[in-house]
């Protein structure tokens, strides 16, 4: 879905979340470029559909939809799979550096209220950046989290941090954010046995 050239850009994504979500996956804010696409993480070169494609964590989810690589597009397919997508803040900027601290802190309130009333068993924050401001609110420090399972819930729902897929966070490869995906499907799995 792309803008005419006389329209104005999209300012976000719409949340794609229902109740009793096993992931419900935590973005730092949506780009423009995906905004205007109408798909989370629509820039091809965002690691997060390649990780996920290739992570045990989306293989009933390739299977049910019938397709070995999946990509933006599929992202409303996966609600069926278990799988939604959210914001941290829902503003749609070209960097996610152009949003102030205080632009984090307001979104904190809306998305833990969003987080508790949908329950999805796992909410899964797509890099410090995201989650950093809900761990100051949940936890009352200002120590930085780290990577992976978090001590703190939002309501049932665990927290989990994997590195932000996005090509600008060189810290990690496309094998490291599929580890972290594995990881997270292994968290799913524990509360299954």
Not at 11 to 28: A, E, K, M, S, W
Not at 100 to 123: D, S
Not at 146 to 170: C, D
């Amino acid at each position: 879905m792309k803008p005419d050239s006389n329209e104005e850009p999209p300012q976000t994504l719409p949340d794609l979340v229902r109740d009793g979500l096993d992931v419900l996956f935590v973005g730092i804010n949506p780009s423009v470029f995906s905004a205007a696409q109408g798909h989370y993480f629509a820039r091809k070169t965002n690691r997060f559909w390649p990780a996920f494609s290739r992570s045990v964590l989306s293989q009933a989810a390739r299977k049910g939809i019938g397709a070995a690589d999946l990509k933006p597009e599929h992202d409303r397919l996966l609600l069926a799979h278990g799988f939604g997508f959210t914001d941290a803040v829902k503003r749609a900027t070209a960097r996610a550096s152009d949003l102030p601290p205080a632009e984090f802190a307001a979104a904190v309130t809306a998305l833990v209220e969003k987080v508790a009333r949908r329950q999805p068993r796992i909410a899964c924050f797509h890099g410090m950046m995201a989650y950093r401001q809900v761990h100051r609110a949940l936890a009352g420090v200002t120590s930085d989290p780290i990577l992976g399972l978090q001590s703190a819930r939002i309501g049932r729902s665990r927290i989990f941090v994997v590195p932000n897929p996005s090509p600008a966070n060189a810290h990690f490869t496309l094998a490291d954010q599929i580890l972290w995906y594995d990881r997270l499907a292994a968290r799913l799995a524990e509360a299954d046995g």
